[in-house]
């Protein structure tokens, strides 16, 4: 089956830097998305990897490893509105896209 | 441009009621989506088109109807609603990144379904 890993959790200091992995396994890969998504909001597109390395966006990065089917989402210099959760997802072979749970990033003043 | 419209925001419905959820966008986007979001879970695609007079099954699509008479509106349907039912619905439209050439969604901003 395909199967995206995300933490379900996470906790970070405002103005410190948080690392939120997400790996896949899916039937083929075209692409993977991270979205934020603040509580009862919509999702949001922050960035698309397609290829192996690492895209800089601002204060977030994420970054793609294919062979190890892998990804990281980056947030530096981290502010109270960064809380939210994000979500990881990955375009399969049918170009259906699959998508992770989600990560929940609580900032601490 | 509002971008992805949905109502209504909130409903209650009894068990074996029916109603529609309206989604239209003003971006012209071909693609368009409805899926659920459930906690703890990741969204789950519910039925798709791409393009006027076109609908798709996604994954989880019984219980559901969907049209598409206009590029704008995709109105999803519950046609005898069930508690399972219960959940927060996104309607989202897309379009290809002129760069990266990514299938970029934008969402709506969600519909609240509790079925009692």
């Known amino acids: 089956g395909q199967n995206i890993d995300q933490p379900t959790e996470m906790t970070a200091t405002e103005g410190a830097i948080v690392q939120i992995n997400c790996t896949y396994q899916t039937s083929g890969f075209n692409g993977l998305f991270w979205y934020q998504q603040h509580a009862g909001e919509a999702p949001t597109f922050l960035s698309y990897?397609?290829l192996d390395g690492l895209e800089e966006k601002g204060r977030f990065s994420s970054f793609l490893s294919r062979s190890k089917g892998y990804s990281y989402l980056l947030l530096k210099e981290l502010q109270m509105k960064d809380s939210a959760s994000y979500l990881c997802a990955v375009t399969d072979s049918n170009y259906q896209l699959i998508w992770g749970a989600g990560t929940k990033l609580i900032i601490k003043p | 441009n509002a971008g992805v419209t949905q109502t209504p925001k909130f409903r209650i419905l009894k068990i074996g009621q029916s109603m529609t959820l309206q989604c239209t966008q003003d971006m012209n986007h071909n693609y368009m989506y409805w899926y659920r979001q459930d906690p703890g879970m990741g969204l789950k695609l519910i039925y798709y088109s791409v393009g006027a007079g076109i609908t798709d099954k996604g994954e989880v699509p019984n219980g559901y109807n969907v049209s598409r008479s206009t590029t704008e509106d995709f109105p999803l349907r519950l046609e005898l609603a069930a508690p399972s039912q219960t959940s927060v619905y996104f309607c989202a439209s897309s379009y290809s990144d002129s760069i990266s050439g990514a299938n970029v969604l934008t969402f709506g901003a969600g519909s609240r379904l509790t079925v009692l």
């Open positions: 990897n397609v």
